[in-house]
């Protein structure tokens, strides 16, 4: 029986990054931009950084507008932006 409640709580637990995930997101944000930068040069590196960085900044100033405090916005933003490398670990 804790097999099947273990079985039904991890859909919620796959689609919901935690602070892990997104620590994990940015060591792979930083691993990718040093790949680029020795493959491709400097501005393949800054442009991926900066993909990661807007999205980290849009959801910070969305989640501050509307209402929530600066802490829980910027926690948000972290997630967001860095916790979707969390469909590419497969942990």
């Not at 689609?15 to 892990?20: F, N, Y």
């Not at 393949?44 to 900066?50: D, G, L, T």
């Not at 929530?68 to 910027?74: A, D």
């Amino acid at each position: 029986m804790a097999d099947e409640k273990q079985e039904t709580e991890i859909p919620g637990e796959v689609l919901t990054p935690d602070l892990g995930d997104a620590h994990f997101g940015l060591l792979c944000t930083c691993a990718m931009a040093a790949f680029l930068f020795f493959v491709f040069g400097s501005v393949a590196a800054i442009w991926s950084v900066a993909v990661f960085a807007f999205a980290f900044v849009l959801i910070s100033v969305f989640n501050l507008v509307f209402g929530q405090g600066f802490v829980q916005s910027v926690r948000c933003g972290y997630l967001g932006a860095f916790g979707i490398w969390q469909w590419f670990s497969g942990w």
